[in-house]
């Protein structure tokens, strides 16, 4: 179990650094996605499978899906779309595909390990992760609401924009 949660942790670091180095939004987005699965996989590890869930649920699914949308709100020109087609190359493919073969092995390793003696820490429970998160936690659950809240109405106002402004991830390099 040492070695899944190391090399889950790895990584998730080098998916992470991916996502930030990148410049194409779709490749930075992909990474994410293998980032967030990552750090299930290091969830699972510690002993919390349903925070394990959770983190593939709301993270790799419904803020990948959010982050789509507002791709969409930006309402790419059939021109940004051609460029998109250029850029996705097979070659640009490997590098997610491979992190994410190593974490199907890890996750076929983790399911097929017949003795459960092997968990250092006890499971936690879903009951006491919703008592945690609207107890003491509650106003960090709202304020989190809010700054979601707040990033779709923003994604909203930079995409109903009558001037097309460029982001500069956007911005075609002819060098």
Request: aromatic share 12%.
């Amino acid at each position: 179990m040492e070695l899944t949660f190391f090399i889950a942790a790895a990584i998730a670091i080098l998916a992470t650094i991916m996502v930030v180095t990148q410049y194409n939004l779709i490749h930075a987005l992909l990474y994410l996605v293998v980032s967030f699965l990552a750090i299930s996989v290091v969830f699972f590890t510690l002993g919390a499978p349903f925070m394990a869930a959770l983190e593939i649920i709301i993270y790799a699914g419904a803020i990948v899906v959010l982050i789509i949308f507002v791709i969409m709100m930006l309402n790419l020109t059939t021109e940004d779309i051609q460029h998109e087609k250029e850029w996705l190359q097979p070659r640009i493919w490997i590098g997610p595909a491979v992190l994410s073969f190593i974490l199907l092995v890890e996750l076929v390793y983790i399911f097929t390990i017949d003795t459960p003696a092997n968990y250092r820490s006890t499971p936690v429970e879903a009951k006491a992760v919703g008592m945690s998160l609207f107890g003491p936690y509650v106003l960090g659950v709202q304020l989190s609401g809010m700054l979601l809240m707040a990033g779709i109405v923003g994604a909203y106002h930079l995409g109903r924009q009558k001037k097309k402004v460029i982001h500069r991830f956007l911005e075609r390099t002819d060098a």
